[in-house]
């Protein structure tokens, strides 16, 4: 089942306001929207298997761990994840360290080490340092899980190549700009810093990410 927040055509319409960029590329892209789809552990997964690999890599390489289990791809189950033999795991291609990483992932869930059920009352920090507390997982990807599974409004990821590419080439005619240029800039999108985010990744590619 694919979700999009509800709050997207209030954040539009703010952004378009306060912002003349954002006023001249939202109209871009019509009705096109921030999508979640799947589970929890299941992203967290595939952003682990997707690491410092080419797109259509990882998803080779995830088709054939999501094969090993018996559940559907889009909601694995931890339990059975931490009951995979390594060797399997590294024979359907992922590599010792993300074989570490997924069970440790498996771990924290199974465990109740994060508090998914909690998460919706909990603030935007507080559910990142739960996921950095996980191996493998860095605050990039905390915060592109805030973004595209939890859908919060207003997440502005500073590490993130492509806003920072995307604030270079909309705001500074393609000057680098350095992260507290980004901050500064992404102060005036509040409280919807992740639409804007959204909308200059779009700037770069038109086709829209879901994760």
Same mark, same amino acid.
Not at 32 to 49: H, K, M, N, P, Q
Not at 90 to 102: I, M, N
Not at 109 to 134: K, P, T, Y
């Given at each position: 089942?694919?979700?999009?927040?509800?709050?997207w055509?209030?954040?539009?319409?703010?952004?378009?306001?306060?912002?003349r960029?954002?006023?001249?590329?939202?109209?871009?892209?019509?009705?096109?929207?921030?999508?979640?789809?799947?589970?929890a552990?299941?992203?967290?997964?595939?952003?682990?298997?997707?690491?410092?690999?080419?797109?259509?890599?990882?998803?080779?390489?995830?088709?054939?761990?999501?094969?090993? %289990?018996?559940?559907?791809?889009?909601?694995? =189950?931890?339990? $059975?994840? #931490?009951? &995979?033999?390594?060797?399997? /795991? !590294?024979?359907?291609?992922?590599?010792?360290?993300?074989?570490?990483?997924?069970?440790?992932?498996?771990?924290?869930?199974?465990?109740?080490?994060?508090?998914?059920?909690?998460?919706?009352?909990?603030?935007?920090?507080?559910?990142?340092?739960? %996921?950095?507390?996980?191996?493998?997982?860095? =605050?990039?990807? $905390?915060? #592109?899980? &805030?973004?595209?599974?939890? /859908? !919060?409004?207003?997440?502005?990821?500073?590490?993130?190549v492509?806003?920072?590419?995307?604030?270079?080439?909309?705001y500074?005619?393609?000057?680098?700009?350095?992260?507290?240029?980004?901050?500064?800039?992404?102060?005036?999108?509040?409280?919807?810093?992740?639409?804007?985010?959204?909308?200059?990744?779009?700037?770069?590619?038109?086709?829209p990410?879901?994760?």
């Amino acid at each position: 089942m694919i979700v999009t927040p509800t709050y997207w055509d209030d954040a539009c319409r703010h952004l378009s306001k306060r912002d003349r960029v954002m006023k001249k590329l939202i109209p871009r892209f019509g009705e096109g929207r921030l999508e979640s789809r799947g589970d929890a552990f299941t992203t967290l997964a595939r952003s682990i298997v997707g690491q410092q690999i080419s797109v259509k890599a990882a998803q080779s390489v995830w088709d054939r761990f999501a094969a090993l %289990l018996p559940q559907p791809s889009t909601h694995l =189950r931890p339990a $059975a994840v #931490m009951r &995979l033999e390594v060797d399997v /795991m !590294r024979a359907a291609g992922l590599s010792g360290r993300k074989v570490e990483y997924l069970r440790d992932l498996a771990q924290h869930f199974d465990s109740g080490a994060v508090h998914v059920q909690q998460w919706h009352d909990m603030d935007d920090e507080a559910i990142i340092e739960e %996921l950095v507390a996980i191996r493998g997982i860095g =605050r990039w990807t $905390a915060e #592109m899980f &805030l973004i595209f599974h939890l /859908m !919060r409004p207003n997440v502005l990821p500073l590490d993130d190549v492509g806003l920072l590419k995307g604030i270079s080439l909309n705001y500074f005619s393609g000057e680098p700009v350095s992260r507290a240029e980004a901050r500064e800039v992404g102060d005036a999108w509040a409280p919807y810093r992740s639409v804007a985010t959204w909308y200059l990744w779009r700037s770069l590619d038109p086709l829209p990410v879901a994760y």
